[in-house]
């Protein structure tokens, strides 16, 4: 059974920036692409930034330059740094993993806040 728990959502002023962590389970993010998601109030589920196992990374146009994904697999983890926050990243920011048997797994989500 895969787990992801998030941490590291708040309310930060803009300009600000937080950085995100999923701890995963039961599941070696070295060899699975992994990756984050948001959910902004009455939008769509969208793709924030991910990573593959080579280590090939995408960002959404809307954060790039200030957003960067990246992993520690001695820890089993994944990051998101944030800097440079806009209102508009207001959102519930999700952890995914999709493993090399192509299962998909989701976190719980972890509020991200910004104040103009």
């Known amino acids: 059974q895969v787990q992801l728990v998030e941490s590291g959502g708040g309310l930060v002023q803009a300009g600000g920036s937080l950085r995100l962590s999923c701890v995963a389970s039961g599941s070696r993010v070295s060899s699975s692409a992994v990756g984050w998601y948001r959910q902004g109030p009455g939008k769509q589920r969208e793709l924030v930034a991910s990573?593959?196992?080579?280590?090939?990374?995408v960002y959404a146009d809307s954060i790039k330059g200030r957003f960067t994904i990246s992993r520690d697999n001695a820890k089993n983890t994944i990051y998101l740094q944030m800097n440079s926050l806009k209102p508009e990243d207001t959102a519930v920011y999700y952890c995914?993993?999709?493993?090399?048997?192509?299962?998909?797994?989701w976190g719980q989500g972890t509020q991200v806040t910004v104040s103009s």
């Open positions: 990573i593959t196992s080579g280590g090939s990374t």
């Open positions: 995914n993993v999709l493993t090399v048997l192509r299962n998909m797994y």
